[in-house]
Antibody, heavy 120, light 106 residues
Framework: QVQLQESGPGLVKPSETLSLTCTVSGGSISTTDYYWSWIRQHPGKGLEWIGY???????YYNPSLKSRVTLLVDTSRNQFSLKLTSVTGADTAVYYC????????????WGQGTLVTVSS | SYVLTQPPSVSVAPGKTARITCGGN??????VHWYQQKPGQAPVLVIY???DRPSGIPERFSGSNSGNTATLTITRVEAGDEADYHC?????????FGGGTKLTVL
């Protein structure tokens, strides 16, 4: 059974960089069968793609966040990561890492989610 | 980017059928996935590629997709089905979620 676990600071100051890591266990990240994604959810709101990455390093970024987002994959550690620069209060959200099928696109495994609050 | 439109809320009595829609331009040409999310929990996939059910999801959950509307149908609704439901489409260079629908079981 694949498991994903987010890790990183729960509190980030405005204008600083939000950094999160997702550790994948129970399966290899080095496969063309899946993409690896970050999705966030503002309090009481819907889900929002941040972006996704393939183990090759190819990426897709949400156009509304593209200028501030970097996704990286570390196959040696079976991890992928998110960096979001110049954060504001509007970036306060629960951040999920997740695995999606490269063939049909459905997200079949999610991390538990981690709340990141942007505040001074 | 591709816009998906869901009703904010749907209410249904126990034992009845709930239908949650997801609208998009020519969405019938795309694969649509549906997720159930209960408070404080991560989403769970309940329907993938329009109408396929993952293992462990009851047969009461079904999906369809045609024209400009995809629909998640839940028959014989139970109290435990009360949750937010999100639709999603994806292709190799883009992806998006609908705004989510809160299903209330009366």
């Amino acid at each position: 059974q694949v498991q994903l676990q987010e890790s990183g600071p729960g509190l980030v100051k405005p204008s600083e960089t939000l950094s999160l890591t997702c550790t994948v266990s129970g399966g290899s990240i080095s496969t063309t069968d899946y993409y690896w994604s970050w999705i966030r959810q503002h309090p009481g709101k819907g889900l929002e793609w941040i972006g996704y990455i393939y183990f090759s390093g190819s990426t897709y970024y949400n156009p509304s966040l593209k200028s501030r987002v970097t996704l990286l994959v570390d196959t040696s550690r079976n991890q992928f990561s998110l960096k979001l620069t110049s954060v504001t209060g509007a970036d306060t959200a629960v951040y999920y890492c997740a695995r999606g099928s490269s063939y049909r696109g459905e997200v079949d495994f999610w991390g538990q989610g981690t709340l990141v609050t942007v505040s001074s | 980017s591709y816009v998906l439109t869901q009703p904010p809320s749907v209410s249904v009595a126990p034992g009845k059928t709930a239908r949650i829609t997801c609208g998009g331009n020519n969405i019938g040409s795309k694969g649509v996935h549906w997720y159930q999310q209960k408070p404080g929990q991560a989403p769970v996939l309940v329907i993938y590629y329009n109408s396929d059910r993952p293992s462990g999801i009851p047969e009461r959950f079904s999906g369809s997709n045609s024209g400009n509307t995809a629909t998640l149908t839940i028959t014989r609704v139970e109290a435990g089905d009360e949750a937010d439901y999100h639709c999603q489409v994806w292709d190799i260079s883009s992806g998006g979620f609908g705004g989510g629908t809160k299903l209330t079981v009366l």
